[in-house]
T-cell receptor, first 110, second 113 residues
């Protein structure tokens, strides 16, 4: 079942912060976050595993609440380059198969 | 390293025609994937291959077939294209141990008229 992302879209000014949420109705093994710029392929940002392990880019942080099956991506001091569509991908087991949400379109204005 | 490559980049087909989308990776990954992405939607898994010689259906496999030719290559075939298969197709691969972020190819933009 597809995870639900919120908000669907957000517009902010350079330097502002944003939070993107991803929730699932099923127990999760991991949550992945990807960013996709228009006309390009998705690019990996973060992975959060059940049990607290995570790996990702230095300037982007995320949380994973295993009990609520929710993850949030925190974008602080946004830069113009942060613009794009952010997707969460969830995994119920360690089978390495992701189910992606429908995306959150982030626009950073100067 | 080229990463994940896909051919062709663009394709226009008529209803009923067939074609094969090619994907190759040079990162020695065992796991490979085919996704489709429709406007305003996320990626939906079509087929998955955990290793050479094995394939599994994903969320939307109808109308598609796949071949894992060897460890590097994973192809997607449309036997009889339909307008509903108009989409952007992405191939991806991932390593088997440790953190397994997916590496995506540049995509194939397919239009079926």
């Amino acid at each position: 079942q597809q995870p639900v992302q919120s908000p669907q879209a957000v517009i902010l000014r350079e330097g502002e912060d944003a939070v993107i949420n991803c929730s699932s109705s099923k127990a999760l093994y991991s949550v992945h976050w990807y960013r996709q710029k228009h006309g390009e392929a998705p690019v990996f940002l973060m992975i959060l595993l059940k049990g607290g392990e995570q790996k990702g880019h230095e300037k982007i942080s995320a949380s994973f609440n295993e009990k609520k099956q929710q993850s949030s991506l925190y974008l602080t001091a946004s830069q113009l380059s942060y613009s794009g569509t952010y997707f969460c991908g969830t995994e119920k087991t360690s089978a390495r198969q992701l189910t992606f949400g429908s995306g959150t379109q982030l626009t950073v204005l100067p | 390293n080229a990463g994940v490559t896909q051919t062709p980049k663009f394709q226009v087909l008529k209803t009923g025609q067939s074609m094969t989308l090619q994907c190759a990776q040079d990162m020695n990954h065992n796991s490979m994937y085919w996704y489709r992405q429709d406007p305003g939607m996320g990626l939906r898994l079509i087929y998955y291959s955990a290793s050479e010689g094995t394939t599994d259906k994903g969320e939307v496999p109808n109308g598609y077939n796949v071949s894992r030719l060897n460890k590097r290559e994973f192809s997607l075939r449309l036997e009889s294209a339909a307008p509903s298969q108009t989409s952007v197709y992405f191939c991806a691969s991932t390593r088997d141990r440790g953190y397994y972020e997916q590496y995506f190819g540049p995509g194939t933009r397919l239009t079926v008229t």
